[in-house]
């Protein structure tokens, strides 16, 4: 009788001890560690299908120079890539065909792809380039300081033919129109020629030096000389239609747009004429010469200045809207697209400023001076540099960057301590901090290396699902957000509560035994 009371009281105790452990071990499916919310960091809006469009094949992209690229793209926050040319590249690049064509003071022509930056092809002329290449109909033109305008073979880099001018063509670029192509050189000259064979069509002789790089309109070419002067030409015949002087030397490219041709010239003002007549229409004074060239886009026209400043002006009235200080004397071009500005210095850095607010957007810091002016096209920035470099940048940088977030463990065990990291972490100002936010608090993650960044020291206090935040935010302000959920579970471990019901189990147990051996006997 007291063996069935002993065996019903154990069974009564282990059914207990079942039900009670059973409810506090958590037994669920452990779910994904991450769930990404805002993750994608940047909207594309296609551009035109029609290749001529995703192009900048020239000096300022197109014949009339008005340096506004076509497209809209946005860009990614960090560099695409770098080529070293083992010299200065102060000419600026030409785009096409998923190529880029940009020459150096070592006298060489590169071509480069354009989306790796990969090598494909070098043409080594008689002196250093300054000129910037044009290309059209699978030929790139250039001019060099050994007094020769060069034509070659796009694909493979032969070259076509030469034509020999009277002095060095320096930094005026080639115009190619109607089957011709127009250049100017030191010996006062702006040259056309047959821009299949390099015959010699025809040469205007001008009062000075011309560096300045021809723009195209109709039958109009407009160029300007050391003379002091911008000449307008009939571009089939040569034959002079005006000329206006300036107060100095004008090394300054025209833009033409609509019935007004812009300029700037060393008398330190930016001129805006008639197209067709060469009547002033206004005129604007900065603090500096003017070596870059006008660019003109959406009503305003933009210009930089050897007083440190980017200009944007009303394009009609010429009244002043805004204006940008920069580190140092500028003679870079500058570049539109899309409503940003793009433009190197010499206090090295490459700027992107909001077009219609003069807002600094970010900018790269390259080794040296940067002479160079930049090609947009594809979603991307080239320009060279000083420092013997060939850059390729992103066009807009609106927010940082990153690739992944990784968790030390998900489930996580209560009481134990959760490390997250993200890596990846860029932008093209760099990055001033990485916060992660949780259970209301935010917390500064470390720099481990790179674009590493880790926190080390969160222990959640309870059993069940947590959200978290990280906050990327650059040099510039701007920021981006991620998030993710990690789940805690509790520990499988016995907790100290339930020892004394098993300590009791267990004295039940051996006492039975002792029990069962006494009746045995």
Request: with cysteine; aromatic share 14%.
């Amino acid at each position: 009788m007291i063996y069935r009371v002993f065996i019903k009281s154990v069974c009564l105790i282990f059914i207990f001890m079942f039900f009670y452990i059973g409810s506090c071990i958590d037994f669920s499916i452990p779910h994904a560690s991450i769930i990404p919310s805002g993750s994608l960091c940047f909207t594309t809006v296609p551009g035109s299908s029609d290749p001529s469009q995703d192009e900048w094949s020239m000096f300022h992209g197109q014949l009339n120079h008005t340096g506004e690229a076509c497209i809209t793209f946005t860009g990614r926050a960090s560099p695409f890539w770098i080529y070293a040319a083992r010299s200065l590249v102060g000419s600026s690049p030409a785009v096409v065909g998923g190529r880029i064509y940009v020459g150096s003071a070592n006298g060489k022509l590169y071509c480069l792809n354009a989306i790796t930056g990969g090598f494909l092809w070098a043409y080594p002329t008689g002196g250093p380039l300054e000129s910037s290449p044009a290309v059209a109909d699978g030929r790139v033109y250039v001019g060099s300081y050994d007094n020769k305008i060069y034509c070659l073979n796009a694909t493979t880099g032969g070259r076509l033919w030469n034509y020999t001018t009277g002095n060095l063509v320096g930094w005026s670029s080639p115009a190619v129109a109607m089957g011709r192509v127009y250049v100017g050189s030191w010996d006062k000259k702006l040259y056309c020629l047959n821009a299949t064979t390099g015959e010699f069509l025809w040469a205007h002789l001008t009062g000075g030096y011309v560096e300045s790089s021809p723009a195209v309109a109709g039958e109009r070419v407009y160029i300007g000389s050391y003379d002091h002067n911008i000449y307008c030409l009939n571009a089939t015949t040569g034959g002079p239609l005006w000329n206006y002087p300036t107060g100095q030397a004008v090394f300054s490219s025209p833009a033409v747009a609509g019935e007004r041709v812009y300029l700037g010239s060393h008398d330190r003002k930016v001129y805006c004429l008639n197209a067709t007549s060469g009547k002033s229409l206004w005129n604007y004074s900065t603090g500096g010469l003017i070596w870059s060239s006008p660019a003109v886009a959406g009503g305003y026209m933009y210009i930089a200045s050897y007083d440190h400043k980017i200009y944007c002006l009303n394009a009609i009235t010429g009244e002043s809207i805004w204006n940008y200080t920069t580190g140092s004397t500028i003679f870079s071009s500058i570049a539109i697209m899309d409503g940003y500005a793009y433009v190197g210095c010499n206090d090295t850095k490459i700027y992107c400023l909001n077009a219609i607010t003069g807002g600094l957007l970010w900018y790269y810091p390259t080794g040296k001076t940067v002479f160079s002016s930049p090609a947009v096209t594809g979603g991307r920035v080239y320009i060279g540099s000083d420092d013997y470099k060939i850059y390729c940048l992103p066009t807009i940088s609106t927010l940082p960057t990153y690739i992944s977030v990784t968790e030390s463990a998900d489930p996580l065990e209560l009481g134990s301590t959760e490390n997250i990291t993200i890596s990846g972490v860029a932008a093209l100002p760099g990055i001033k901090l990485v916060l992660l936010e949780f259970e209301g608090s935010n917390h500064t993650m470390t720099n481990l290396s790179g674009g590493i960044w880790h926190y080390s020291s969160w222990t959640p206090s309870r059993v069940g699902n947590y959200s978290y935040t990280i906050y990327i935010q650059d040099n510039m302000g701007n920021w981006n957000v991620t998030n993710g959920v990690i789940q805690v579970v509790s520990t499988t471990v016995i907790p100290a509560f339930m020892m004394p019901s098993i300590m009791l189990v267990l004295i039940t147990v051996i006492g039975f035994f002792i029990l069962k051996k006494r009746t045995e006997f």
